[in-house]
């Protein structure tokens, strides 16, 4: 043998070692079950399976809760967008990272903290997002293999009013991201322009097909994936659905199902705020209350966010369908959650940032396939779950269905036992923040809140689901408020500040998301 052919045996022999290795890790990847996250934004409970609402109509969630299990009981870890999906993602609660609002950048805050989408990158999945995963504006193209509408821009273009130059009225443009940052809608179609209100705060029929709108190019972008042969590789695949946030555009179809005049308003009681301190009547009376009931436009509203309900159901339908058409229907583990919940005029209160259940509890639904390793007969079909669960807790589930090693250091607790059995054992307390200052604990069927400057609320829910009697007061439930208080941290992570980038800066490529300045 000449040296040039035992070279070439020395190759190939080395070649057949490493390839070996690499074929059973490629024969154990495939193994592992596909993921799809699908998420809703501001979703509160008004869905069928949650049964927040008597009048909406989610019959694809409906279908979708008889083959899977929803978490009645489920609850943010932080009621506004930010706080809450940079937390479930990075495992990492508010107090422990410094992350408390919409305003920080989330990754200059987190450091080089792996991500979920990440973090099942790294253990071989492929990897693909499209709309708001993360916060608005702050995308984590490391994160993902592929990404629409790109890696650096997160969000497809939305219909949004603006004033046509030339005739003066208010028409819907599509409108991208760029100008969004300066005005994220300069007109408003309904709701009079009250000083100092969010300008998104509106609702209308938007004059366009379904198809055309960006939420649906965000989720047939997805649907597109099922029908690629990932061969080598399971895929991580999320769904960013921007509606029920705000503004309220959609099509005229899903408004003509929610006739103005038979709408149902939720219930407030008008002494509801008498009994509670003082922070929380300040977070409660936020304006709009104000601005929607001196406008007449409290039942429109309500129609609004119906109407988007329906449409983000449609579209999670349009998901699941194609799911179910495709050859992953029967390997991959669906999960359907949104962020935090919302509040239409009960308590006087519009919108996220509050402590009240309203805002705390959300969506959480999931079904693993039967042969999830870590869960091999599958969930429970139709199960009801009403233990007390938090967002934190979606990142050690997957972990553990997908027999992947639980990321180190994260605060969430696998969901496994209660996907097999929604009865089982299960008694822990679940604390939410609101910015850095106020701390939520929900512990059985008691809700204590505390704010910064002491104040007190306490609930029982099995009594008061509204939460319209503050218990805090009474002398007899002392002992119970510090036992729930000792759940509240004893230290927490200071806000950590961030310079603001503008949007338009990461498209051109001229900020650096990686490289805090
Ligand atoms: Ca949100
Ligand atoms: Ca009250």
């Known amino acids: 043998m000449t040296f ?30 596909n993921i799809l996250i699908i998420s809703l934004d501001d979703m509160n409970d008004w869905i069928g399976p949650m049964g927040g609402h008597p009048q909406t109509q989610t019959p694809h969630l409906d279908a979708f809760a008889q083959s899977a299990v929803t978490f009645r009981r489920a609850y943010t870890v932080s009621p506004s967008c930010n706080p809450s999906r940079t937390a479930m993602f990075s495992g ?16 200059h805050v987190v450091g080089d903290e792996l991500m979920m989408p990440e973090y099942f990158r790294q253990a071989g999945y492929w990897t693909g997002g499209a709309g708001k995963i993360y916060h608005g504006n702050m995308p984590d193209p490391r994160g993902w ?4 509408p790109s890696p650096l821009n997160h969000m497809p273009e939305y219909w949004l ?47 366009v097909a379904t198809e055309e709108t960006g939420d649906y190019r965000s989720v047939e972008w997805i649907s597109r994936q099922f029908q690629k042969e990932h061969h080598a590789k399971p895929f991580f695949l999320a769904a960013g659905i921007y509606r029920p946030h705000l503004p309220w555009y959609v099509p ?50 309500v129609q609004g966010y119906l109407a988007s309900i329906n449409y983000a159901d449609a579209l999670v339908g349009k998901l699941l369908a194609d799911l179910d058409a495709s ?13 935090h919940g919302w509040q239409l005029g009960e308590k006087e209160h519009w919108r996220k940032f509050a402590l009240w259940v309203n805002v705390l509890n959300t969506v959480l639904m999931v079904r693993a396939p039967k042969g999830s390793l870590g869960l091999t007969g599958g969930s429970l079909e139709g199960g009801a779950c009403e233990r007390n669960v938090s967002l934190m807790d979606l990142f050690p589930t997957l972990t553990e269905l997908a027999g992947i090693e639980a990321k180190p250091g994260i605060s969430g ?5 209660l996907l097999e059995n929604p009865n089982s054992n299960w008694d822990y307390p679940v604390v939410s923040i609101f910015d850095e200052h106020h701390y939520s604990v929900i512990d059985g069927d008691w809700h204590y809140i505390r704010y910064a400057e002491g104040g007190e609320e306490l609930y029982n829910l ?46 051109r490529g001229e900020y650096d998301l990686y490289e805090p300045k």
């Open 4 to 33: 040039s052919y035992r070279f070439l045996a020395l190759l190939a022999a080395g070649g057949f070692c490493l390839f070996l290795p690499n074929a059973i890790l490629a024969d154990e990847l495939m193994k592992k079950p």
């Open 92 to 107: 990492k609660t508010p107090w422990i990272t410094g992350l408390y609002n919409n305003s920080q950048t989330w990754r």
């Open 145 to 148: 293999d592929e990404y629409y």
């Open 161 to 207: 009013p603006a004033r046509d130059e030339k005739s003066g009225e208010v028409v819907f443009r599509l409108t991208d991201n760029e100008i969004r940052e300066d005005s994220p809608t300069g007109e408003s179609m309904v709701m009079p322009p009250f000083e100092r209100m969010y300008l998104a705060f509106d609702f209308s029929p938007l004059p």
């Open 252 to 301: 005229q179809v899903y408004f003509d199902k929610f006739p103005i005049e038979d709408i149902q308003l939720p219930a407030l009681l008008k002494t509801d705020l008498n009994d509670i301190p003082d922070e929380g009547q300040r977070i409660a009376r936020n304006r709009y209350h104000e601005h929607v009931t001196e406008a007449g436009l409290w039942k429109e509203a």
């Open 327 to 339: 050859p992953y229907a029967d390997n991959t583990i669906v999960v359907i959650f949104s962020d």
């Open 413 to 417: 607790r696998s969901l496994v036992p």
């Open 462 to 507: 099995a009594e008061d689901p509204d939460e319209w009697t503050n218990l805090a007061p009474l002398p007899e439930n002392e002992g119970r408020k510090a036992a729930m208080a000792k759940a509240i941290p004893n230290s927490q992570a200071p806000l950590i500040e961030t310079e603001r980038f503008r949007w338009s800066q990461v498209l």
